[in-house]
């Protein structure tokens, strides 16, 4: 048996990359980094891109001390991969007998057990503001992102209740104003979910055994699919089956399908054609 996948402790890790910093381990310190992690410096104006970058930006601060010393006042996760930290640094330039002090917050942003964007300040309050907004902005955005099915999901719905012949379903993947454009192979355009469902009733009556499959969809991006279509089916009667395949591309709006628009064999290069240009015009 598998183990479950587990969420990682931030508060862990950020506390484990405080500690590398403590000791001056760089190795350890970029570890804790993505490739392409961002850090940068709000009251500095300073921004390093890469590990290799952010390697190079612990050196010159580390280098210049003596008797370096990093720890943390208090970590908070904040959620939705967002963590606040209040740290301090000391340390002795080197050729001097005085100390320095710092005391910064870091806004950090975690993918995984990964950073991919930290961010300093001086100011702890205004620190402490951005990490929470930023936190709710990105739980906003997952809840979207969680709740609004993407349009390869629609396609895939429809298909899923037109093979077992749950037209209630179907209809609920259709926008109440769909249009389905058939004019191409049947020379009828249904709009509405009323004129589509009889469409589809007549069809899936016609057969015993029906069954649609879209061979590879492809989302081309701005709400626009493009599949070609099989169709196998036994007709009422008839012992054999007969098939068929069609270019369909599929649009979406407001969490729906808005249109289908059906090509022939014959024409599926046209139909991909024009699915690539309706997605370039939608961009």
């Known amino acids: 048996m598998s183990a479950e996948p587990t969420t990682p402790d931030l508060v862990e890790l950020a506390r484990r990359l405080d500690e590398a910093a403590n000791r001056m381990d760089l190795d350890a310190i970029v570890s804790f980094y993505a490739p392409d992690a961002v850090w940068e410096s709000v009251g500095l104006g300073t921004s390093f891109e890469g590990r290799t970058a952010i390697r190079g930006f612990w050196e010159d601060m580390t ?8 720890w943390s006042e208090g970590i908070l996760d904040l959620g939705n991969g967002v963590v606040f930290n209040v740290d301090r640094a000391s340390g002795r330039p080197v050729g001097s007998t005085g100390r320095v002090e710092l005391r910064i917050a870091i806004v950090a942003v975690w993918e995984g057990s990964l950073v991919v964007r930290g ?9 402490r503001a951005a990490a929470e907004r930023l936190a709710e902005s990105r739980r906003q955005a997952m809840c979207e992102e969680s709740t609004t099915p993407d349009v390869m999901e629609l396609v895939r719905g429809t298909f899923d209740a037109a093979n077992r012949r749950d037209f209630d ?25 009323e004129a589509i469902r009889g469409l589809a009733e ?26 070609v279509v099989s169709q196998k089916a036994s007709p009422v009667g008839v012992t054999g089956y007969v098939q068929q395949r069609e270019g369909w591309i599929w649009v979406r709006f407001d969490d729906l399908i808005a249109s289908v628009t059906i090509y022939p064999e014959a024409d599926i290069d046209e139909a991909r054609a024009a699915a690539e240009r309706l997605a370039a015009e939608r961009g």
């Open 202 to 227: 007549e069809w899936v009556g016609a057969y015993e055994e029906l069954e649609w499959v879209a061979e590879e969809p492809v989302d081309l991006g701005n709400g626009v699919v493009f599949a």
């Open 63 to 70: 280098v210049a001390y003596e008797d370096f010393e990093w």
């Open 119 to 127: 961010t300093t300040y001086s100011d702890i309050d205004q620190a």
């Open 169 to 193: 379903a179907l209809m609920g993947f259709y926008a109440p104003n769909a249009l389905m454009d058939a004019t191409r192979t049947a020379g009828i355009a249904p709009r509405g979910r």
